[in-house]
């Protein structure tokens, strides 16, 4: 059945013609903002100011009975096969990333996802063997695009604080040649680690960078084989001792998106922070593999989330939603979150190849606040659409590096400005001056941990992912594949080759691709 | 006349029914991909991959000789109070960033355009007379927040390859402690200048983190008066000589997300790269301004652009716009233009306070291209919305850290990928298997320059304030003020007030505020 065929839809898309009013004091009351809430894994996720009735959010929880949502990531951590499309050719692939942190209790027994538990175990076996390799080098530069790099970049300034003295991270991921030369300006290649991450082993951009840093690295001195090592796919080209000191292995069944706590990040955050912080995450992670589990959806708080992702989207017709996080260390969260959402929910079409006729992912974007506030938060106070917010926070800071300032600390600042974005953007203001007017309604929910630790952290990478993967389950498509992103490569070879052409300046042959041709000319 | 009413919006409107189909090759021809462009200040806007046909671009041109563009252009450079809501109190200000770079050819003469122009000049003396002062130092820290630290930030970046060695730049924005912290580890005190930057000398964030800062410097045995210098607006209480080392000026007809050309940026590039970087970037910025007067909107390349978001956001409906530079040095560009635009046109009134019938500002967002096309380009080829792009490149990379891979250089291989999208997103493909059909039509356009300079830089920082004050212009809104910041700030406060109460362990003041009270409670 479609999504948009379900009872649940129809009741929620009559609801959705006078949502709850929050700018009545009788609507948004003290005792909605405390019961609204829900804890799990070290977080409360605060959900007052969501346009919701308590209707809706019952509605809400059929409409995830009726799509078997919990059923389906209880399929999807087993290790069914969920990445297909029915009746069409597909990659056809278990989804097994929570199989990376399936290492404490309640572990899953299903076979797929015990072998590939066991697989992934080995490989952290083979990187604490490896730590002491590390120990010595003073800098680790990551070569990687996309899942490879984004993740674990946002995962290492979440923790930058931990630091090992004497220790530095770069990432080199843009095929922009400046990318790699600023990084190669930055590090003395003696001195450094270089951990090239591509599943396939022949990503473009990486295969690329690689090339470059190699070069560089003889140059100065240093053969290569004595500084790179490799997460790679088992048997693809970059699964080499020849060419590699070290090469780990990750599989087909844990996408590049969903790979941030495999050991894609894992090395990195092992030679900044140490193995038991990367320990540490991954034990955050499995406790919100376990929350995604539960059953009942008020206690489940990505498949919550999701489903007032849905309610804005689908019922309400918001086409974006802001991630903001009140908290620095997650400056790169929401460009992660908007790779792991975009990514596998910017689709058109349903499992069984059919073109839907509703809305799927919004856009997904943000930027940290109290940042934020002083950039784009006008548009979303007084612009002419909503913008769905998810807010996340932490009670205490890291470091206990603050002041008190005209009576109060920078962190309680810092909470008092999130809980007033909150509550403003929801209630509004009336004025007669239509410039000091604000409409409100502007729902937003808070998702508020204690402490932003290695292990609050791995919960919240969960969160998202399952947060997204529910999302994909209930509008009924495939968030596991990227075939959206394969006809740029190719057109992209045939400019290439024309590239090649103009160079060798007899330049017959446009390669049957006019319209690449004339863009070059633009050159 | 509201925007709606215009005789060739309704023109537009009809056109809209049917846009150009792009897909078609009768349509999307070599003649077009030549044709379809405009040069000025060294860059070439590329359209050809809009969906706008030559009747629509003409229909375009009425609607901004319709809404006067170009004139209200010439009356803002000039001086003209357009900070202003006609029948309400409002900021009622000049707007005249412009002024801060009118040093070279063919100057403003208008009255107020000239003092601006000569109070900045002066002010760029006692920075001329003060860089003998800088010197001695090797960090800089820069505290602001919005636009004294988006702007000031992506302009560092983007010349970061340009740094004098032995220089470094970093900034704290967010009041969230940490992010003091995590800078205060990485500097010397001692070797440290510390720039602050509010124009009222009084915003929350700013006030704090200088604290914070002050106090570690003294810690430290570093007598602040020694390191800390402002830019400040005349008269505010930062504008002291007996708290800083040199207090510099700015203005209240430079809004803080126009101010980036002003010393807000200057101080700073000036550290980093040396003073004549900063009056390159200045001569590029004035080449823009002066391109932003030209009548023809054909030659005119920020109004074209603003006329391109128009035709996509009020026409074709689409709620979003995507910011690619396929440039990693322009990593933090699409952050800074998401506040000058949303900030700026995040409104939902007219110039006379009437509430809108029509969209402004969509959402914008965006990351440095290949990474975009390996996180949410998925989403851009084959989502249910199609999100209008708007890609920056440049013929040579920064550096010349390149090798060929492959049969080509990487600077090669961005450009073809850039030219790849472009094309894809526009042509789209059939296919019978439909994970693998993609609908194309997806809009786009190019805005390639030859190399990323100074001079560039200062150009593209012109092109998009531009932009955004065109389409103010355009939409008839007040594209200087930012009434829509104001109401968190109220809420923020009654809440630091309850911290207060709350840490004086006697609460029993809730400030009227039991919403917030009830948040609290929460922590």
Known sequence: MLFSECSSYQKLAQQAKHPLDLTEDKNLTPERIRDFCTEGCGFKLLFGTERISQEVLELLFDLAEERKAVAQMEKMQKGFVLNKIEGYPSEHRSVLHTAMRDFFEDQQDAELAKVAREKALLQIESLKAFLPQMEPFAHLVVIGIGGSALGPEALYLALENLQKKGKSVHFISNVDPDHAARVMQKID???????????????LETFANEELVRGYFKKNGCEPKE??????????????????????HMWDYVGGRFSASSLCGGILLSFAFGFPVYWELLRGAHAMDKNALKKNPR????????????????????????????????????AHIQQVAMESNGKQIDREGRTLAFETCPVIYGEPGTNAQHSFFQMIHQGTTPVPLEFIAFKESQYQFDAEVKGTTSQEKLLANLFAQSLALAQGKKSENPNKAFPGNRPSHILLGEKLTPYALGALLSFYEHKVAFQGFIWDINSFDQEGVQLGKVVADKILKQFVGRRAKNPKDTEGFVLGWEMLKHL
Chains 1, 2 share one sequence.
Not at 189 to 203: C, Q
Not at 315 to 334: D, G, H, M, N, V
């Open 227 to 248: 500084y790179f090592v490799a997460v790679t796919g088992e048997g693809s080209p970059m699964d080499s001792t020849e060419r590699y000191l070290k090469s780990f």
């Open 189 to 203: 290649p003696k001195k450094t680690l270089v951990l090239v991450i591509s599943k396939s082993g022949a990503t």
């Open 299 to 334: 206690e489940n708080l990505p498949l919550l989330a999701s489903l007032f992702a849905i309610w804005n989207r689908n019922f309400l017709k918001l086409p974006t939603e802001a991630i903001i996080p009140y908290s620095q260390a997650l400056s790169r969260w929401a």
